[in-house]
């Protein structure tokens, strides 16, 4: 993809946040080819189904993406989407770095769980399949088109534990008071991310519009902070590169909801790992609720 037009603003933003020697390593690796990735579902596949495995990666050129117990890599032109294994739920197509939000969410069999902006299922049915049709998956996308989407994954994968909803932050928080053991909020964002997968996310770049992002990211992190038991998860990430949409907006978030810490953050470069670009948020409500508390319950 050696065509990609990067914005002037946003080379800019990348040489001030890597430093003129890393933002070149960075720039570079829009030369290189991008990377695929499927996950096993493990609800369809266990771990004796060794002989049906060796077949997929043969069949796939299959490599193990490091972050991920079930993701693989997949050679490009091998097209396992168009397998009628795809169709039976055997894997779900999904860009490797995007497996590494749901790892760290770390849902448990028997959770309330909450998938907050969840179409078109990629961290919906990977969370499901650790839950093991135990406890309540809710995956909700504002969107009804998408949710559609969301709802034909969710069957094709075999999940029997989820509800789709279509919902706005704000309406499911006044329903769902801390009611979620652990939230996932793969937020909407500018896509820095994506550029080299998707060219659009190039055309839609621009400043205001990372600011118009950020601002959307808090307004649902404080629905999710709501939403959230007291000793509960909430995982936030994207699948861009500024400070704005990620520290930034969880430093505030941390500012407005003293009963939150930051357990950690992750980064994938493409330029250090075989992957796009994904930032992720690891954050723990307090078990006594702290200052969160009385807006929770109210
Ligand atoms: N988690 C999904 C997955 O792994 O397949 C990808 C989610 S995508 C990064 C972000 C989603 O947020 C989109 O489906 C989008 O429709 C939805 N969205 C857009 N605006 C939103 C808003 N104001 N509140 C909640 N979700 C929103």
Redesign the pocket.
Known sequence: MNDIRLPAGYIEQMRRMLGESEAERFFASYGEPRTYGLRLNPLKFGPRDTGLFAVLQEQFGLEPVPWCKDGYYYRESSRPGTHPWHAAGLYYIQEPS?MSAAELLDARPGEMIL??????????TQIAGRMQGQGLLVAN???PA?AKILSENIERMGIRNAVVVSA??DRLAARFPAFFDRIML????SGEGMFRKDPDAVREWSESQVAFCAE?QSG?LDDAAVMLRPGGTLVYST?TFNRAENEDTIEAFLTRHPSFTLERTERIWPHRARGEGHFVAVLRRAADGGEDAAAATA
């Open positions: 995007a998938d907050l902006a969840a179409a078109p299922g990629g961290k919906t996308e504002i969107h998408r706005s932050p793969d937020a909407p964002c959307r649902i699948c």
